[in-house]
């Protein structure tokens, strides 16, 4: 029999915990600090660092002086850290070995000739849009997304076609009313009960229209991309200028478009 990890507590009570054992504790509180940093939190100090984390600060500190050590986080001069250039090479690389990101590219880049505008690939990561691919117009005046960005799913046309594959159940475990806090846009809907309408609507048309929700003066439509079994594995938007294109146009010229590229994207993955 393997030796047990000593670094994996034991249940108080007996009680059995959902860990192998070979869980590594520190490992895990290492890996749960740089899940903490999103777009909406570049840079954290220690003391919001270890509440965020639930941990001790004393662990806290050990946690983020060791990333730091091995590049992973960088100190600024204000005291807080901030994710370090290293990361991202972990980033780029899974995103490389992705078939998925592999095979959207051809598509993708057709939609952004067919249409002149930012075109996005991204999947559901917790309550959060992850961005995979991200194929700008230097046009578009928004905050600074790049891939590996991640985004409020309550508030962008990509993170509403994911979530509205989710049961009742789904929903109500990854959405928390946290979800909807943060800085939006003036036509954001501020509850779950206010957003299961918009889901459901979604669910049955197969796209979803972002306007003016995520930020003042942007609009997005996006579609699913669905692999061999049907299911619903990432999503693409064109993301426009409010002040330039209309809804309606939005939705009469380009969401053909984006349904199209999301179907090419399908077969390619073996979808019909």
């Not at 869980?23 to 509440?51: N, W, Y």
């Not at 057709?110 to 959060?128: C, E, F, I, P, R």
């Not at 693409?236 to 969401?255: G, K, Q, S, T, W």
């Amino acid at each position: 029999m393997p030796p047990r990890d000593r670094t994996t507590p034991r249940p108080a009570g007996g009680a059995a915990r959902p860990k192998s054992g070979y869980h590594v504790e520190a490992l895990a509180k290492g890996l749960r600090i740089l899940g903490l940093f999103s777009e909406q939190r570049p840079a954290m100090k220690l003391t919001d660092m270890a509440a965020a984390a639930g941990l001790p600060l004393p662990t806290a500190f050990r946690m983020a002086s060791t990333l730091t050590a091995e590049g992973f986080l960088e100190q600024l001069p204000d005291g807080a850290y901030r994710p370090a250039p290293k990361v991202l090479t972990l980033g780029f690389s899974a995103l490389r070995s992705l078939d998925l990101v592999q095979l959207a590219d051809g598509p993708l880049r057709g939609l952004v000739a067919a249409t002149g505008q930012t075109v996005n690939l991204g999947v559901l990561s917790g309550d959060h849009v992850l961005y995979l691919v991200r194929l700008r117009n230097n046009d578009l005046v928004t905050a600074n997304i790049q891939v590996g960005s991640r985004l409020p799913a309550v508030r962008t046309s990509m993170g509403k076609v994911l979530l509205a594959q989710l049961d009742d159940a789904g929903l109500e475990r990854v959405l928390t009313a946290e979800s909807f806090a943060g800085p939006a846009g003036p036509n954001a809907v501020a509850s779950l009960d206010g957003l299961r309408p918009v889901l459901a609507d979604t669910r049955a048309r197969g796209w979803a229209l972002q306007d003016e929700e995520l930020a003042y003066g942007l609009r997005s439509v996006a579609a699913p991309v669905r692999d061999a079994s049907g299911t619903v594995v990432a999503a693409v938007n064109v993301a426009v200028p409010a002040m330039e294109v209309p809804a309606a146009r939005l939705l009469d010229e380009v969401r053909p478009l984006v349904q199209e590229t999301c179907a090419q994207i399908s077969r390619l993955l073996g979808g019909r």
